[in-house]
T-cell receptor, first 115, second 114 residues
């Protein structure tokens, strides 16, 4: 089983829809969870950063962590065409003797929001 | 308010040549990370550096690749004797001390090996 798995999509939704993006992970020791957004041919941009279980909201974005299921989600409300990008989940590798700076990324889900 | 800077943005090398990729972290950041993104694959960690110190190089290929972050100047990722399989986007990220998880990425260097 891969350490972090993410459905690559693509995912296409109409403008205004609620988008749900998800990742699963294998190591129950993971505690920090991040979501990055990457526009085509650009560097990843940190969107949300959560610790342990629960929800965190920032504007139209909500990050959710369910540690019992090893499942993390990013919800986008009122999606806009400008949200069209690839969304990457990332988890710091902390349980194999690696440093906290070693991020494991999902492959990314490509989202397209149609006007 | 400059972010992470990488240069060059695009680099073309012939097989067997050397590639040098540069990264200047955000102001106030003392930690630098390098990642590689191959076509159709996710970002893969390569190396984590602080000034004059390699903290974690567990993702670096054993041969031909090296990285440094000198006391003065940018961090350098060096690839010797490049091969076609090295063609990828190489991203640098930086973070402040004690906040390794909040990494801010540069625009990347796209390396093409002919």
């Amino acid at each position: 089983q891969k350490e972090v798995e993410q459905d690559p999509g693509p995912l296409s939704v109409p403008e205004g829809a609620i988008v749900s993006l998800n990742c699963t992970y294998s190591n129950s020791a993971f505690q920090y969870f991040m979501w990055y957004r990457q526009y085509s041919r650009k560097g990843p941009e940190l969107l949300m950063y959560t610790y342990s279980s629960g929800n965190k909201e920032d504007g139209r974005f909500t990050a959710q962590v369910d540690k019992s299921s090893k499942y993390i989600s990013l919800f986008i409300r009122d999606s806009q065409p400008s949200d069209s990008a690839t969304y990457l989940c990332a988890i710091p590798r902390t349980s194999y003797g690696g440093s906290q700076g070693n991020l494991i990324f999902g492959k990314g889900t490509k989202l397209s929001v149609k006007p | 308010n400059a972010g992470v800077m990488q240069n060059p943005r695009h680099l073309v090398r012939r097989r067997g040549q050397e590639a040098r990729l540069r990264c200047s972290p955000m102001k106030g950041h003392s930690h630098v990370y390098w990642y590689r993104q191959l076509p159709e694959e996710g970002l893969k960690f390569m190396v984590y550096l602080q000034k004059e110190n390699i903290i974690d190089e567990s993702g670096m290929p054993k041969e031909r690749f090296s990285a440094e972050f000198p006391k003065e100047g940018p961090s350098i990722l060096r690839i010797q004797q490049v091969v076609r399989g090295d063609s990828a986007a190489y991203f640098c990220a930086s973070s402040p001390a004690q906040s390794y998880n909040e990494q801010f990425f540069g625009p990347g260097t796209r390396l093409t090996v002919l």
